[in-house]
């Protein structure tokens, strides 16, 4: 049985969480929102994330990222060929990972082949999703960890727990950012002023709606509350995020401020992958773990670039209120209040 994550896991996770929703409300967001969105606590970062874990659309025991797992349906409670609640037949050893038209051993007689029809209609996981991609080794370790037999309810937890670990280091690996120095345009005549400039220009054009500017609020709302206009939001939230990182590899860069320009564009890279996932999360309900997991190295490599550039700007002088630069700065300083 696919169990949920420990409370360790969910407390790391949490305090992940929280790094990116007080980077992304507080000052990652552009223009004139940029610091008007609230920080958030870690009690309802932490809450979020148990109610993610623990979302059962239909009551049924288990949880719905977890039934992608078997291909039991999340809106109906009883989608196996037992007759029983699907949490129920988890919790008694007698789901098996999704079929994939594999042959599987029967508890009762012989050897059967086994389909999604089996599983109450349910369609595999999208082809090439993080949820796939953990379904098939788990399928794979499943039938050879069983040679041939039933296996326990027990044996399984052990073998999705030991995989958990490896799928959370697969997929941070497979969201982040393949940008690399190559990808940054470089000029010596550029100044650090103009440069922030530039950086500026790029937030600014990015800005988002007031109301797309609480990350935390439109995840509860979307994942626990079902809000479709939550779900907009944080689409909004996400392509700003991609934009940013997108406009930013047109920017020219003075030599010194090549790596921190490219923390900049990693950052808000990831963020955006990440983000983008979260909000179609039905789609890849494994991958959102994995996304969480990105969030606050993501969120550390812009807080660090906006700082590594801000002490560049501030060599020259205090830079005046509303010229280039004082933007950049006030984001840093911001980060030390938080």
């Given at each position: 049985m696919f169990t949920k994550p420990s409370e360790r896991t969910l407390r790391i996770s949490a305090a992940s969480f929280l790094a990116l929703l007080m980077v992304s409300a507080a000052y990652l967001l552009s223009g004139p929102n940029f610091l008007t969105s609230r920080s958030v606590s870690a009690e309802t970062t932490d809450a979020l994330l148990k109610a993610y874990a623990s979302k059962d659309t239909d009551g049924d025991g288990l949880p719905d990222w977890e039934e992608a797992l078997y291909g039991t349906d999340p809106n109906k409670a009883i989608?196996?060929?037992?007759?029983?609640?699907?949490?129920?037949?988890?919790?008694?050893?007698?789901?098996?990972?999704?079929?994939?038209?594999?042959?599987?051993?029967?508890a009762d007689q012989g050897t059967t082949t086994l389909t999604d029809a089996d599983f109450g209609g349910t369609p595999a996981p999208a082809a090439g999703s993080i949820t796939e991609q953990f379904s098939r080794e788990f399928f794979q370790q499943f039938v050879a960890a069983s040679?041939?037999?039933?296996?326990?309810?027990?044996?399984?937890?052990?073998?999705?727990?030991?995989?958990?670990?490896?799928?959370t280091q697969k997929s941070a690996a497979a969201l982040s950012s393949q940008y690399t120095l190559v990808s940054i345009h470089t000029d010596p005549s550029v100044s650090v002023s103009a440069y922030a400039a530039q950086v500026e220009g790029v937030i600014l054009a990015n800005d988002v709606p007031s109301d797309a500017n609480q990350p935390l609020d439109i995840m509860q709302s979307l994942m626990e509350k079902n809000d479709e206009s939550a779900r907009a939001k944080l689409k909004t939230l996400g392509d700003s995020y991609g934009s940013i990182s997108q406009a930013l590899l047109s920017v020219h860069v003075p030599p010194s401020l090549a790596t921190q320009h490219l923390a900049l564009i990693q950052g808000f890279d990831e963020l955006h992958k990440a983000t983008a996932m979260t909000a179609a999360y039905e789609k890849d309900p494994l991958g959102v773990m994995g996304a969480i997991s990105m969030f606050q190295p993501s969120s550390q490599k812009i807080v660090g670039a906006f700082k590594s550039i801000a002490t560049a700007i501030l060599a020259t002088g205090e830079p005046a209120a509303?010229?280039?630069?004082?933007?950049?700065v006030s984001i840093a300083r911001s980060t030390e209040t938080q």
């Open positions: 989608s196996n060929s037992f007759g029983i609640p699907d949490g129920q037949a988890a919790q008694e050893g007698k789901l098996t990972p999704n079929a994939l038209a594999t042959q599987l051993p029967s040679n041939g037999q039933p296996m326990d309810a027990a044996t399984q937890t052990a073998l999705v727990q030991k995989l958990m670990s490896e799928f509303g010229a280039p630069g004082s933007m950049i």
